[in-house]
């Protein structure tokens, strides 16, 4: 039960970041998005990350590390340039330019 409620929260903290991610790559679009509130999530799953690495605990490292790679994802694209940031998501947009 235990596990089950933890990989059900991992699951959807995990689709939350992506959601956000595609959304940005999609629209281009991080004006309402907040610096600080990515630069505290970024390190708050850095230290969960190093949190689980302690601990050796794999449920507490794999969700977070995969989250930590998202939120600093779109905290890079916050803080770049926008043609820098139009020239990523290019890249990454498959339905949209290069």
Known sequence: MLLAIGLTAAALTIASFVAQTR????????????????????TA????????????????????????????????LKLLPSGTREQVADKLDSGRGA
Not at 23 to 42: E, G, Y
Not at 47 to 55: F, Q
């Open 23 to 42: 959304k940005v790559i999609k629209t281009r679009d991080v004006r309402s998005l907040s610096a600080p509130m990515w630069i505290l999530s970024t």
């Open 45 to 76: 799953f850095a230290i969960w990350t190093l949190y689980g690495v302690l601990l050796g605990d794999w449920p507490i490292i794999v969700p977070n590390a995969v989250c930590l790679l998202l939120a600093a994802f779109i905290l890079t």
